[in-house]
């Protein structure tokens, strides 16, 4: 997550879970069970502002994740990385805020620029990034399997195989 959402997230997440905001949040959050906390959002990891994910807390973690692989700072042990074909159906039907089934069979071209739009955002896409998005995943929008297809792939790829990737190659090149 972008650091300067980190203290507007856990606001957010603290209110929603009736917890003080302050120096007792940490305390309050570990009394909480885990399902709670993912039904706040409804079972999504996402959103186009916020998501789960590694936080640089400067105690836990130091520096940003990837630089700290590509610079060797982890410890070295065997791994094994790997995803499935069809990661993005774990999202069939459960789809992020505003991208409904619903808002697919309604407007599927609106709804898969949508989808770009709220990753090209919580990833930091560029133009370039974003118009590539589209030239590979584009989808026949006169056909609603193949626009629910799409944006099963995008949300698959860009949540699982390509970090996937991403560590696998880091990885591969520190001894």
Known sequence: M???????????V?????CPNDDYLLE???????????ELFNGQYSSTDYFWGPVIDNVTITGDVIESLEAGRFHKKDIMIGYTKNEGSYFDGQYQEGITE?????????TFNLTVESYRRVQNLNDEETENLWKIYAPDFTDVTDTKSAISDILGD?????PTNRLAKVCSYVN
């Open 158 to 162: 860009i949540s699982y195989v390509c």
């Open 14 to 18: 603290a209110q929603r879970m009736s």
């Open 2 to 12: 972008r650091s300067d959402k980190t203290q507007e997230f856990a606001a957010i």
């Open 28 to 38: 309050c959050m570990k009394e909480k069970e885990a399902d709670s906390i993912l």
């Open 102 to 110: 619903a808002a697919v069979e309604q407007d599927p071209e609106g």
